[in-house]
């Protein structure tokens, strides 16, 4: 099974600033979160665990299986958003509004990555180390997630570009012996 986690909060998601590749830690509220998510796989056993370079993500990939060191892969960082990094979600630039308001359809702004960059590079290490029989734990962001669950339901056709996905929310998906994977869904403990 493949558990693939949003990091916890930190103090420019709490600002509500587009944080990207910013590197910034777990706040209190996002380690009482990952604590959180760590009792809700209470009982789980991961096999490896993957972690985007950013330290949020290392922290949360940390609490969860405490047991294992993370293995850092570069292409489970967040998506690199360019000059608009660090900017108000309050008060975006207008061609980031744009772009937020329909991903499918418009291309990100210049200087920022586009989301197929993002959806090859998460397809590129799922096809690389999700092909396994055991459990392993992915902590990664919010878009490069939605990069991940866009490219392992193609037939989305963008549809998780628009859904939210919370501080240490989990989704599941298992890699089934025809080489393909479990439609992901959002991890609930008592459906699980």
Same mark, same amino acid.
């Given at each position: 099974?493949?558990?693939?986690?949003?990091?916890?909060?930190?103090? !420019?998601?709490?600002?509500?600033? %587009?944080?990207?590749?910013?590197?910034?830690? !777990?706040?209190?509220?996002?380690?009482?979160?990952?604590? #959180?998510?760590?009792?809700?796989?209470?009982?789980? =056993?991961?096999?490896?665990?993957?972690?985007?370079?950013?330290?949020?993500? /290392?922290?949360?990939?940390?609490?969860?299986?405490?047991?294992?060191?993370?293995?850092?892969?570069?292409?489970?960082?967040?998506?690199?958003?360019?000059?608009?990094? @660090?900017?108000?979600?309050?008060?975006?630039?207008?061609?980031?509004? =744009? &772009? &937020?308001?329909? &991903?499918?359809?418009?291309?990100?702004?210049?200087?920022?990555?586009? !989301?197929?960059?993002?959806?090859?590079?998460? *397809? %590129? &290490?799922?096809? #690389?180390?999700?092909? =396994?029989?055991?459990?392993? !734990?992915?902590?990664?962001?919010?878009?490069?997630?939605? *990069?991940?669950?866009?490219?392992?339901?193609?037939?989305?056709? @963008?549809?998780?570009?628009?859904?939210? /996905?919370?501080?240490? #929310?989990?989704?599941?998906?298992?890699?089934?012996?025809?080489?393909?994977? =479990?439609?992901?869904?959002?991890?609930?403990?008592?459906?699980?």
């Amino acid at each position: 099974m493949i558990y693939i986690i949003r990091h916890g909060q930190t103090e !420019l998601n709490n600002k509500k600033a %587009l944080q990207g590749r910013s590197d910034h830690p !777990l706040n209190d509220t996002g380690i009482a979160q990952a604590q #959180e998510a760590a009792a809700m796989l209470k009982g789980i =056993t991961f096999d490896a665990v993957y972690s985007s370079p950013l330290i949020r993500a /290392v922290q949360t990939a940390k609490i969860l299986a405490p047991e294992l060191e993370p293995i850092i892969d570069e292409r489970l960082i967040e998506m690199d958003y360019g000059p608009y990094e @660090g900017m108000d979600l309050q008060n975006l630039a207008p061609e980031v509004i =744009t &772009f &937020f308001s329909d &991903f499918i359809h418009n291309p990100a702004p210049d200087g920022m990555e586009q !989301l197929s960059n993002v959806v090859e590079r998460a *397809g %590129l &290490f799922i096809q #690389e180390h999700g092909r =396994t029989d055991g459990n392993i !734990l992915i902590s990664t962001h919010a878009i490069a997630m939605k *990069g991940i669950l866009e490219y392992l339901t193609p037939e989305s056709r @963008g549809g998780y570009w628009n859904k939210y /996905v919370g501080n240490c #929310e989990v989704y599941i998906t298992e890699y089934l012996p025809d080489g393909t994977w =479990t439609v992901p869904v959002r991890y609930q403990p008592d459906e699980a």
